[in-house]
């Protein structure tokens, strides 16, 4: 059974580099999300909320904005597959999941700026310090609350292993894309904005 998580989960990060990471820039974003969020994990058991501003504000902006804005989106000659394609059968979440979660995250602000102590579960933050503290604790809840919604969804549109496989992934991104993408700014450096691919390519 670890031998089969082990191949499940080596399997989803294939697919995720081959299908969603062409840009060296998108690459790039995403090692210094990595790196961010790497400071992230590190300052959870310290400062929880400090740890979610970084994670959101730093690694999570951008990590997404190399999907949304330097990611290739037309038919992609080395998979051969569709933008459409990929997105439908992505495991996690895809661009228009993306935009849900991100809408949440958004309006966290600006929930607690209608109602600052967010229907009793805050006490009332009295300046600018206290906002950001307790938009940190609520957007830790949106990442967590992500990131179980998604696995337990996964349980029940594939099975257990799958959910389980990419929660773990996700947990691990970041040591992960430290690891494949380090050479990335220097390819850029370079003038490659698209990693050259064959069909065969492995990570």
Request: glycine share 6%; hydrophobic share 45%.
């Given at each position: ?59 999570m902006t951008t990590r997404q904005s190399g999907h949304f804005f330097f ?133």
């Amino acid at each position: 059974m670890f031998n089969e998580f082990l191949k499940q989960l080596k399997t989803q990060r294939w697919d995720d580099h081959r299908y969603y990471h062409h840009s060296r820039i998108n690459q790039t974003l995403h090692l210094i999300s990595a790196l961010s969020f790497l400071v992230s994990y590190a300052l959870l058991f310290k400062d929880p909320a400090v740890a979610a501003l970084v994670a959101w504000l730093v690694s999570m902006t951008t990590r997404q904005s190399g999907h949304f804005f330097f990611e290739p989106r037309g038919y992609d000659e080395v998979n051969q597959a569709t933008h459409e394609h990929k997105e439908e059968i992505k495991v996690g979440y895809n661009l228009h999941r993306k935009i849900v979660l991100l809408a949440i995250w958004a309006a966290a602000p600006l929930a607690l700026v209608i109602d600052p102590t967010l229907m009793g579960y805050f006490e009332a933050h009295t300046g600018v310090e206290g906002l950001m503290r307790h938009t940190g604790e609520l957007w830790l809840i949106i990442g967590v609350g992500g990131l179980i919604f998604r696995t337990v969804h996964l349980f029940f549109l594939k099975d257990v292993m799958a959910g389980l496989v990419w929660c773990t992934k996700i947990l691990t991104d970041p040591f992960h894309d430290v690891y494949l993408y380090h050479k990335a700014p220097l390819a850029l450096l370079r003038g490659e904005l698209i990693e050259r691919r064959t069909a065969d390519h492995t990570a």
